[in-house]
């Protein structure tokens, strides 16, 4: 505990337009003011660095990308391999287990140790691993890495120690499991086939036992080889030549057939007695045509052949359709008896595995379900009914059902409001699922101690809204809505409105969400919000609609005349907007461009009748920006509701409005210039009458529907790779249309403040949300540039795109490309001007490439300062021919102190200030104010806080009927960077929880005595000021620092400077083990806590480099100590930063493995035993052993010992478990160490006899020389 003491007397002030990066601190505009009177704040501080601790709690959603599936009948577990190298165990509900290869590579296939609580995985880069699956959080015990050779297919017999691995040369090798090391027994390619075969068999396909006799090993080769091997004997029982390629082969139980898939479509059914030809073979799906020839089919990837005892047996395959039927979808295909099912899906199939109720393979197999994983699903069949139903997946795999573009997470939530969401989404689940339990049912998991309500919310491309419980660790979904029911369907061909909303028109930006009153208020891509109130009633209800204009009027070109030094400011009013009512739509002179673009529309049409409205979310009021001029709207940046007052705000790069959604109107609607009113800290300059306004509507209608649709068409056509770039302005053009992220970014002047900045035409932003953008690898002119291709794929799709805290300066006016005597290339360039860039995804952060000095950036880190700094661009269509004088030198010193505030030059040089943040509370608008009264915290991209007053009628009837008044000259403080987030504590330290009206059902039958008013809870900042005398601490984090002001004297108490090389994606103020702290996320990857409110670094923690946008867009800080972002477009990751979560993890997590009894095998009877051979009797250990076999080439693998003793000892630190753990690795390092020594021994006694030999050699051979013959 520590106490911090702060005496706000003699504190210095500087001018905003002094240096960079000194921002004004106790002054509101920048103006020097007289000290504050003297008082000390007195706060006592709890929270310190041993309350932090990062760490991965657990993982939701379906494996992205997976390849492979595994399962243990006896446990009843399953695993879930992926290409980025990742592996999923699933039991019952709450076991839930993710594990990560330090490789990366991608899982070719997995193997569970049957009931023996390990794991076998292969992987891409020819390594096997080990897993240990008897701790909560799996390690890898052993892996054996192939040199020579590349892994291809990988069978474990039930109860062998002895895995058979197959490699791409034909070859088959045996290792160990429990030593994982190789053993000189290996079957090569060109023993196992025939001597007079001309041709190589191809790569092992398959390899399995003989369920006859464990001895015969069966090997498939891709060619359509198939080879019994004799193991005891070393030699080919028959070898089998097939004309068509094999994919897979399974026996029938007995041992006596067994069946294999070809590349042709066909099925070939193969007797022991005879291996000249087939016993039979069919075609599936191949019909014969009129011809007599059969259709051309797929080839049948894999097929299992699996016996019943009172049934036909099932012949269950994946592929074979006909290629004649374009666009028929993924099939499995279920023969039993004559009957023939097929089963579409709606992905592709990865895999599939038929659960068995016995491990044996020798006996009856009794199959009763099979497990589908595909590209994007898995879902488990129901074998033991007719009609094939599937059973109901409890585990949330369909959080991509639509992809996500948002998430919130909300902790220690109301305890009421879990019930009512499930109650109500419950009402509309799917129904037809098969009636037996979910048969993935391994592990244990318990209720953990530490748990508290918890909810998810989730955004989606299609509208949609999810409510998830995330409670003690899990994810189940409670309740789904979609946003698009209150708008008509948007219907081709309806001018240029249609085609900027073509696809995706609802996608959701952001979602804001009061758990206590219930309201619920979502950003749309299409420049809406809609606000909703709960009910657990049905109700008609028309939608009103409310239409804003919020563009600015004035022109977004910068245009100072040549004798201009002063600024001049253009009268009150003249950037404001205009709202428009519920469905007006009035004309103005310039409302109609050349090609008949009406002014005044909104992007989507609202439902003008009444409709039925189910209990749960109803929509209360849809407001909607409007089209100016043939310009579309520009996204909103920001948003907050306030249920006690009633007030709804949003902003976006051209202002900032406040709705009364009480009384349906628009109270307030300014430019973001017009908010400052006198107190603007910067001198601007004029701006000139607005140019080429046409010209900029068709890149702006493309740039608002790029914001998702493009994205969506990626992840559905899955690899495309990102478009190259070119100084080509044709092929611009067209990366617009392509690129999700489809913006030219201006490129930066430099920050000196003596060189006033030339003319520019700045261009209109395709996103005008807050979303970064980040660069390509920059290259030198006319060279194309990519990304990697290994990245490729990961920032094509949907997720790559990202919608975040930080803002874009955006504007209107596309600048023109000036043409030449070379045509449109752009070659007007000055010395060291930065080439032009192209917005791509966030990747590009960490994998761009430094750029040499004479192209304007220092490095990669320049690039990124210059990108997030308030940028322009640079090209200007007046002046084309003006060289920028950038030297080397200003350049790098520029690049790496740019900032998005304190510079005149760079508002000089900014067009639009956009609105990043906004805040309602009670709070102290000016200096001289003795009471809080509601305000509004506005932040901008510039850094600037501004506070706006306002005035709310108490009383109901009233509030009802009076108009809310704001006044827009209120304070003005300032941060470096764009503003991410306010909070406010009291005096004592405390948090301030903005007031809220409490819950009321609207639509619920009244009781005339009991008339309906409405409840308001305020937590008054002077409340809890007895001791400290009146006042609060307000609590502002901008992308470079945080700063805590005392109100109403404004103050700068404390200061911190977050990061200089970097910039904050996310910052929210939480709730900590009873106290509060500041948390961080960093563009670098570095997730940070700060103390309140002296701003002390409690932790740094670099955990993820921001290897895609996803997580800018998604990470989401929490109570308790909890966050959550989008690891994958599938999936979504938990961490905990609190050491206290930490410590009690283990007991959260499920048990993977549970102790049970191997059932026993069938007792096979005398005569089956004596006539059908004693596949018992075969010794893996007397044939691979070392002793018989001998030791294997050292060069052909590499064995490498893992972790996973150590961490299970670390996991299991207490009690005897933990004493046994740490006695065992004790043990195994003083074994290691005894061998060490006795082999420098015995080289010692070596060297010892070599040396007593030489002089043994050296007496005999001198014994009988005299002396005088040496």
Known sequence: MKKFRKVLDGLTTSSPGATVGSPSCGSAAGTPTAAPTPKEIDVQETLVSENFQLCKTVRHGFPYQPTALAFDPVQKILAIGSRSGGVRILGRPGVDCYCQHESGAAVLQLQFLINEGALVSACADDTLHLWNLRQRRPAILHSLKFNRERITFCHLPFQSKWLYVGTERGNTHIVNIESFVLSGYVIMWNKAIELSTKTHPGPVVHLSDSPKDEGKLLIGFESGTIVQWDLRGKKADFRIY??????????????????????DGSLTLWNLRNTTKPFQVTFPHGKIQKDARKESCKPILKVEYKTCRNSEPFVIFSGGLSYDKAGRRPALTIMHGKAITVLEMDYPIVEFMVLCE??????????????????????????????????????????????????????????????????????????????????????????????????IITGHADGSIKFWDASAITLQMLYKMKTSKVFEKPKAGEGRAAELVEEDPFAIQMVSWCPQSRMFCVVGISAHIILYRFSKYDANTQIVSLEVRLQCDSDDVISPSENENNPSFSEPGSHSPQPHHHHQHPASPGSRTPEGIKDSIPCLKVKDRAVRVPPGYQSELVIQLLWVDGEPPQQITSLDINSAYGLLAFGNCNGLAVVDYLQKTVILCMSTLDLYGSTDPYQRLTRSPRRNRQSTSEFCMRGLSNFYSDSKKRIRTSYQSLTELTDNQQSIDMERNKSPTSVHYPTSLHNDPRVLPEPVASLRASHCSPVFYLLDNVKGPGRKLSLPTDLK???????????????????????RIPMGPEGPRLTRRGPGRPPFRKAQSAACMEISLPVSHTEGHASRRAMLQQLHGVTMYSHDEHHSTTSYCWSDRESRENSFTRSRSSSVSSIDRDTKEAVTTLQFGESYGRKNDVLPTPCLWVGTSLGVVLLIPMSIPTDQEERMEEPVTMGVSGAVLMLKGSVLRFSFLDCMGALIQPPYEVWRDHNAPEDPDRPRRRKLVHFSPSSSQDACGDGHLAVVCSERQAKVFLMPSQSCLFVHNITESSFVLRADVVSVCNSVCLACFCANGHVMTLSLPSLRPLMDVNYLPLTDMRIARTFYFTNGGQALYLSSPTEVQRITYSQEMCDNLQEMLGELFTPIETPEAQNRG???????????????????????????????????????????????????????????????????????????????????????KHAHELMLKCKDKKWYQF
């Open 242 to 263: 097939y004309d068509e390629a094999i994919h897979s082969v399974s026996w029938h139980h007995e041992g006596k057939q067994f069946m294999c898939s070809h590349s």
């Open 358 to 455: 016995t491990p044996y393979n020798n006996e009856v197999q009794e199959p009763y379900a099979v497990v589908v994983l595909l590209e994007k699903d898995l879902i488990v069949v129901d074998l033991t009914q007719s009609n094939y139903p599937v059973f109901e997946n409890p585990y949330p795999m369909d959080i991509h059902e639509s992809p996500v573009t948002c998430t919130a997470y909300f902790a220690d939530c109301p305890p009421d409001i879990i019930p009512i969401l499930y109650s109500i989404g419950a009402k509309h689940k799917k129904t037809g699922y098969s009636q037996k339990e979910w048969p993935i049912s391994g592990g244990t998991w318990t209720l953990g101690s530490h748990t508290y309500p918890e909810i």
């Open 793 to 815: 794929t990961d920032l094509d799709h949907v997720n790559g795109h990202c919608t975040s805290p930080t803002s874009q300066p955006c504007s209107a006016g596309k600048p």
């Open 1166 to 1252: 005398f005569l089956k035993g004596f006539f059908g051979g004693n596949a018992h009797t075969f010794d893996r250990e007397e044939l691979f052993g070392e002793a018989a076999a001998g030791k294997a080439s050292r060069s052909l693998a590499q064995h490498i010992p893992g972790q996973g003793g150590v961490e299970g000892m670390k996991v299991a630190a207490s009690g005897v478990v933990g004493e046994l753990a740490r006695a065992r690795i004790a043990l195994d390092e003083r074994g290691q160490r005894l061998g060490e020594l006795e082999e420098r021994t015995a080289l010692m006694m070596t060297s010892a006899e070599a040396f007593s």
